[in-house]
């Protein structure tokens, strides 16, 4: 919580035998980078990260010879390469060449080329430039950078970097001299044609980010399976990109591939079977294709699977029985907008005490809810959408208390709320849970709109949603729904539900958003919603309700 500046006078500098010296996440006003740093002879690591520095970088820091690693991200430094290019270029004079290893300057305002004096850093491991304006070519120098093991140019504007003949072209083919490199990141570029098969060369590579550009023609599945050390592979939002190798008939695989971890491949345009994933996934999102048919029986070798997304295709058939036993440890579960059409999957999915997020929408599910085995042991559920479908009967009453993760007060001790005790703000409390590297999101009614959330972050703060709009349910709201006191959405519009609104609803102190609109519910509106305090959005509209209105009952 520092505020003002530093000044070039400071009392840091005479610290002659500083070694470490972390001033991140403070706010010094924008001001400029002191010169000084090369007073401190013994400093080998400086952060001075998200702490609201400006202007330029004093070129004197490279005369800090001893210094290993360098963290200026995350502020509104904003010199060009030239600048970049002096400061490199004391680099030989200083021997500041010699030990250092990390150099982080993501999240600025860099502008032009990368200069060519980045040769200068010979023993450099990590080079992040990501979440700059850089663009224009890369230099030809990474042959110089023989201990290179992780570089980042994600969000670079890099627009020159065209690919022909499944080769790299221009100087961007010096990336894959250094053999010792293990992470690449090239996403939310404008690289285009086809993806490089010589990042098979790189045999120690165990990460590739190539999303979010302008790949197209063919993956070859059994090319990728080469890379044996690689663990996370993500091809997601190219848009063009398709896959030679998935036809009707037969399933791709990457059953070689037998270290990957998590396998992205969202919004592109893959067509025909669903591939074979290898049974070490972890992740598997593959949302936003063209694929058909039926889900493989092989997808339930995925014994260690976190998260399983198969959205906005159009797959069909029935969900394998096996999917509620092969992995006690996934998390999310996303289904939506696909052609399933059987009942609601009956498998045990009570096995899956850590599924927190389970997605079933704009399919042709029917049938029944409240006779089905499927209906409890829901422990860490914190998002359900079953909406646009067409599930009948009555809401299954043994659901709701199965529903842990809505209904307590710390999730860490999980303390049920009370009905007792509905004035209490029950908000559960799950500091570090969700997916921390799914980056898709959902859709939600909400506001009378459909808007998207990301899952990521509404996960991490507890958000807890439940959505069963737009089906064909019948009977009366139970009044066991109030126990999930910790909800902040309930949407169960345009269905066929009956009898009075209970007026135990008014216990579920965190709701913040209510839909009931277009069913048959009848009688007075209980006055006990007046409780709900942080409610933004209430939508009781066309039913068949009586009496004052809680606009009334507010005032």
């Known amino acids: 919580m520092i505020v003002g500046s530093l000044p070039r006078n400071t009392s840091l500098f005479r610290l002659q035998g500083l070694k470490q010296l972390n001033l991140s996440l403070n706010n010094f006003n924008h001001s400029s980078i002191p010169y000084g740093f090369s007073q401190l002879v013994s400093l080998t690591h400086?952060?001075?990260?998200d702490s609201f520095f400006s202007v330029f970088i004093p070129l004197d820091i490279s005369l800090a010879s001893k210094l290993i690693s360098i963290d200026l991200s995350?502020?509104?430094?904003?010199?060009?390469?030239?600048?970049f290019g002096m400061l490199t270029g004391h680099l030989p004079e200083s021997n500041w060449s010699s030990p250092l290893r990390l150099l982080d300057l993501s999240h600025n305002h860099f502008s032009g080329s990368i200069p060519a004096s980045l040769g200068n850093l010979t023993t450099i491991?990590?080079?992040?430039?990501?979440s700059n304006e850089f663009g224009g070519p890369i230099p030809d120098v990474f042959g110089n950078l023989i201990k290179l093991t992780a570089l980042d140019f994600y969000d670079c504007k890099f627009t020159a970097l065209y690919l022909s003949n499944n080769s790299l072209t221009g100087p961007i083919n010096q990336i894959q001299k250094p053999k010792s490199i293990q992470r690449v990141y090239l996403a939310k570029n404008d690289i285009h044609g086809e993806i490089p098969t010589s990042f098979i060369g790189l045999i120690k590579l165990t990460h590739?980010?190539?999303s979010s550009n302008n790949f197209s023609a063919a993956v070859e599945f059994d090319v990728l399976s080469k890379m044996k050390s690689l663990t996370e592979l993500d091809l997601s939002n190219n848009k063009l990109l398709s896959c030679s190798s998935i036809d009707s008939g037969n399933n791709s695989t990457f059953r070689v591939l037998e270290n990957l971890v998590t396998l992205d491949l969202g919004f592109n345009l893959l067509q025909g079977s669903l591939p074979a994933p290898p049974p070490s996934l972890q992740e598997f999102l593959i949302s936003k294709n063209k694929l058909s048919g039926e889900i493989p029986p092989s997808i339930c070798n995925l014994t260690s699977l976190d998260i399983l997304d198969l959205s906005s295709n159009y797959l069909g058939g029935i969900i394998p029985a096996c999917l509620g036993n092969f992995s006690q440890g996934i998390s999310t579960i996303n289904l939506q907008m696909n052609n399933f059409r059987s009942r609601f999957p009956d498998f045990c999915l009570s096995v899956l005490p850590d599924l927190q997020v389970l997605i079933l929408r704009s399919n042709r599910f029917h049938g029944?809810?409240?006779?089905?085995?499927?209906?409890s042991g829901f422990l860490s559920l914190q998002v359900i959408d079953l909406s646009q479908n067409k599930f009948t009967g009555p809401l299954p009453t043994t659901f709701f208390p199965s529903l842990r993760a809505m209904q307590v007060v710390d999730s860490r001790q999980t303390i049920k709320c009370g009905r007792a005790t509905p004035d209490v703000m029950c908000i559960a409390d799950c500091e570090g849970c969700g997916a921390v590297r799914y980056k898709a999101v959902m859709k939600l009614n909400m506001k009378r709109l459909e808007m998207e959330l990301d899952l990521e972050k509404s996960l991490s703060s507890d958000f807890t949603h439940f959505d069963f709009l737009n089906n064909q349910f019948n009977g009366r709201i139970p009044e066991v729904l109030a126990e999930l006191c910790s909800l902040l959405v309930l949407n169960l519009s345009h269905n066929s539900l009956t009898g009075p609104l209970p007026s135990l609803l008014g216990s579920i102190a965190a709701l913040e958003s209510l839909d009931l609109t277009s069913n048959?519910?009848?009688g007075r509106i209980p006055s006990e919603l007046t409780k709900l305090t942080f409610l933004e959005v209430l939508n009781l509209s066309q039913n068949n309700f009586v009496g004052p209105t809680v606009k009334e009952m507010w005032e």
Request: net charge negative.
């Open 46 to 49: 400086l952060d001075l990260s």
């Open 74 to 83: 995350g502020n509104h430094l904003t010199f060009d390469s030239h600048s």
């Open 368 to 375: 029944g809810l409240h006779n089905s085995k499927a209906t």
């Open 520 to 522: 048959k519910l009848g």
């Open 125 to 130: 491991a990590s080079l992040d430039f990501s």
């Open 208 to 210: 590739l980010d190539l």
